[in-house]
């Protein structure tokens, strides 16, 4: 999936939850000159995400970021019920997808649009 990114010249990052924190999906981003951003599975182990990427204030706003992705994901699976399909086919799961997000949208817009005023 990031193998047409890895050709640039210019250092992209990328996203991930901590079941990827291993050090050969680490080291393989780092040869692409992809910057993992990752999260830190430290549980009786080492983590392989160190220094040169955690010291960045870059790293603590991806995973803010993916915090809040992970929000909606969460969402439409328990709230819109949609952790199993009950459809059959790319195009009507799809389909109910788009509802569900089109949904939390609507469930989002009041914050939304109270911080702006």
């Known amino acids: 999936m990031i193998e047409p990114y890895g ?3 210019k250092t992209i990052t990328l996203g991930a939850d ?3 924190d291993t050090k050969d999906f680490v080291n393989e981003l780092r040869s692409m000159n992809v910057t993992p951003h990752v999260a830190q ?15 960045h ?3 603590a ?3 803010r970021i993916r915090k809040r992705i992970e929000e909606a ?5 328990t709230v819109a019920g ?3 399909s009950r459809f059959r086919g790319i195009e009507r799961t799809g389909w109910a997808f788009s509802f ?4 939390y949208n609507l469930v989002r817009l009041p914050r939304l649009l109270a911080v702006s005023s």
């Open 41 to 55: 599975n430290t549980a009786g182990r080492r983590s392989a995400i160190d220094g040169r990427t955690t010291r």
């Open 18 to 20: 901590r079941g990827f």
């Open 7 to 9: 050709e640039r010249s």
């Open 100 to 103: 569900a997000a089109a949904a």
């Open 73 to 77: 994901f969460g969402w439409i699976k």
């Open 57 to 59: 204030p870059g790293y």
């Open 82 to 84: 949609l952790a199993k």
């Open 61 to 63: 706003t991806s995973l």
